[in-house]
């Protein structure tokens, strides 16, 4: 008579806890390899996976940042555009106030002139107007300082009033006596404006600046939360290979010592 036996003895049980062991480490292997991770969730590394969160929410911080600071960038760039258009255009007056200056000019000239001049005041009221980013104006002072949030710091474009830099211009007349033009409102106009440019280039630096800093520390950000997440492919494999061989050779373990042991039981019943 042979009778199969159930009972459990320490050897055996030391066994099973080993290939349950085995058996988890061979998941945790597989799903490494599935999912790219070796931290999929918090019981596999609780502080790798904290870390890891906070890193990378670092660096989309950093991302929406940059992307903030571009459309600050091409704002400035709309700006500087319409600004390097106004000196083009207060060039032109320029040029005909020099012509007016000329005891050589009848007043017939001069007042060819001064339309010219009327119609260069025109266009620069017009560049001024269509200097929008979104909708915000950029150049007539309306709009205010502008901030741009870089992710972690802010920087600003500085209220530019073009408007209030030319407004002398708006009555600037050289059909008169040549003798008698002043070109006191031009230079304010020019001297004005040529600050705003400057304001603008420094300002457009520093977006630049801001931008390349975000960019570089949101990739070094992001290698670092790939280094304490994600897995290794070679040491994955490995582990699931070892783990498999372990579990085979505590298979026939088990096996072996379930056999001995009914073999034990049957001896004691014959």
Excluded: C, P, W
Excluded at 186 to 205: H, W
């Amino acid at each position: 008579m042979k009778i199969q036996s159930n009972v459990n003895t320490a050897q055996y049980q030391n066994t099973i806890n080993k290939r349950k062991e085995t058996e988890e480490q061979q998941k945790k292997a597989s799903k490494e390899l599935s999912t790219g991770k070796k931290v999929n969730t918090a019981a596999d590394d609780a502080v790798a996976l904290s870390i890891s969160q906070q890193i990378m929410k670092e660096a989309k911080s950093l991302t929406t940042g940059s992307s903030n600071i571009s459309y600050g960038i091409d704002a400035a760039n709309i700006a500087d555009g319409a600004l390097s258009n106004i000196t083009d255009s207060l060039g032109d007056i320029e040029q005909n106030t020099v012509h007016a200056m000329n005891g050589l000019y009848s007043e017939s000239d001069r007042a060819i002139l001064q339309e010219a001049n009327e119609q260069s005041v025109a266009t620069i009221n017009q560049t001024i107007n269509q200097a929008q980013y979104n909708e915000k104006n950029l150049l007539d002072g309306s709009t205010g300082d502008i901030n741009i949030y870089t992710g972690t710091s802010s920087s600003s474009i500085k209220e530019a009033d073009a408007k209030a830099a030319i407004a002398d211009l708006e009555n600037f007349d050289v059909s008169g006596n040549g003798n008698n033009i002043s070109t006191d409102a031009l230079d304010k106009a020019y001297s004005s404006i040529s600050d705003m440019r400057s304001q603008i280039g420094a300002e457009t630096n520093g977006l630049s600046a801001a931008y390349n800093v975000n960019n570089n520390t949101a990739e070094n950000l992001t290698s670092a939360q790939a280094q304490k997440e994600d897995a290794d492919f070679y040491k994955s494999v490995t582990k699931m290979k070892s783990s498999g061989v372990v579990g085979a050779a505590q298979n026939m373990a088990l096996k072996n010592q379930m056999e001995s042991q009914e073999n034990l039981v049957s001896k004691m019943f014959q």
